[in-house]
């Protein structure tokens, strides 16, 4: 009796391993050298991460590490070969690399798009002012913050200014350690009482999150405002710039620490700005590490604005991507509408990780999960999948296919339950040009928040897939 028990189980577990999905788990499916490369590999992630924590810094970094691998300016209309490499840039913010293919690009090409904006806050034109003897910073958030999480945490200020000749300046500050830090300041528990009768998007009001910059009043000076006064000095002492010059300024409030490993097995990274240079990083590595030439014609996209909805002119819902492109057509002779049509695109940016401890907005059978490898999300969207391009089938299976046969770990995943909110990524905008397009990134747990997590072997499976696509 008890020989006939095991036999049934056993058949049971047979047909369960031959029919059952099999979910992936990189801590056990990855070798011990791949989990080295994966730990190598995000050392360069964190770096690029420090580096470029807005889109002209992470778009400056990006020019830097192309040239070096030998990218060089794109001139529409020059004449190129296979094998080539090129790069173009829009208004400093966003960039465009390829590498022309064996195959005519009437064949098409395989776009990887990632995003270089982060949410954070920005300061508004005319944001200096004196209260109570404290001089502050007015700003206007960018992105879906939740705004609580932003007083008490150490700032840093990056940008451009434009002064009244149109010479720019150029500001950091707040990275260096010997540099002071800015902040916004929240009240004590012990006065919260009212605070807290708040519904939570209004913990902290927009118009709460402003940045505290001096306290110090200028010396000699005995009128009013003599705090400003004194912040102002330092600003012409140091930028050579005045009050007016705020006005044709990008400053940028972003988290003033620098990436960190995250765990007593340091296997995740916790940083600013994750979403979604994660997949920036990992897009630009793999069109980097290309030798020789590839099949088809591999090109990174890291744009801007994805944050607001791909809005103006260095997001995607603009032309740029597409005028390069048709540019690229044009040297082989190739009709523009002929190279869109024909080409594929990996949608790279992050996905939500599901959160043991914020269980419920996710649907588990559905949800990606840090640690077990790339995401592969077939629609994002809200309420009826409003908000998204929705990859078809066919997509889904040649990309599936991509993947399992280079061996690279993913999963599938989507934004959350239905009806419990949403969210969209570029893949719209690349599939409204006839472009088949997948959104293909990295779990974030915390995303959009100033300290966000990764796991590094999804990191690692994230480059691992881009640098498959640019193989096909
Ligand atoms: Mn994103
Ligand atoms: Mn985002």
Redesign the pocket.
Known sequence: MPKKKNEKTSEASALKEKLFMKRKNTGFEMSEQDTAKADKFCEGYKSFLDTGKTEREACAEAVRLAEQAGFVPFEAGASYKPGDRVYTVNRGKAIILAIIGKKSVAEGVNIAAAHIDS?RLDLKQNPLYENEGLGYFKTHYY?GIKKYQWPTIPLALHGVIYKANGERVDVKLGEDDKDPVLVITDILPHLADEQYKRPAPKLIKGEELNILIGSRPFRDDKASEAVKLGIMCILNEKYGITEDDFVSAELECVPAYKAKDVGFDRSMIGAYGQ??RVCAYTALSAILAVKGTPDRTAVTVLTDK??IGSEGCTGLKSSYMKFFLFDLAECFGVNGRTLLSHSKCLSADVNAAFDPTFAEPFEKLNASFAGRGVVVTKYTGARGKSGTSDASAEFVSEVRRMLDKDGVIWQTGELGKVDFGGGGTVAMYVANLDIDTIDVGVPVLS??APFEITAKNDVYMAYKAFRTFFKN
Do not use: T
């Open positions: 949410p992105g979403d979604d994805e944050e995303m959009h």
